[in-house]
Nanobody, 124 residues
Framework: QVQLVESGGGLVQAGGSLRLSCAAS??????MGWFRQAPGKERDFVAS????????NYADFVKGRFTISRDNAKNTVYLQMNSLNPDDTAVYYC???????????????????WGQGTQVTVSS
């Protein structure tokens, strides 16, 4: 049974940092990704990383601020978030893909497995 468990969310002031973690279990995955959903908005792609960690992809609004990484020995993916601003406030979801051979992994449709989400709140 596949399980994705996120942690690391919380409340932070603007300009601060947080690191999200997602521990995966149950099978191997072609890629892992992070998405976020603010109240009343759609779930948006944030970042992705392929199975080897050699290919990453970011949404334009987080480039230069967020970094995705993975530790395959721990089956864990991380999202380091720096220079946070109130617009980053959302529930952040970890997702895992079993679709091989893609590059961007930026579509929700490529991810059949999802975590329960972790709240990130950035105060001004």
């Amino acid at each position: 049974q596949v399980q994705l468990v996120e942690s690391g969310g919380g409340l932070v002031q603007a300009g601060g940092s947080l690191r999200l973690s997602c521990a995966a279990s149950g099978r191997s995955f072609s890629a892992m990704g992070w998405f976020r959903q603010a109240p009343g908005k759609e779930r948006d792609f944030v970042a992705s990383i392929n199975w080897s960690g050699g290919t990453t992809n970011y949404a334009d609004f987080v480039k230069g601020r967020f970094t995705i990484s993975r530790d395959n020995a721990k089956n864990t993916v991380y999202l380091q978030m720096n220079s946070l601003n109130p617009d980053d406030t959302a529930v952040y979801y970890c997702a895992a893909s079993n679709v091989w051979g893609r590059t961007a992994y930026s579509s929700r449709n490529e991810y059949p497995y999802w975590g329960q989400g972790t709240q990130v709140t950035v105060s001004s």
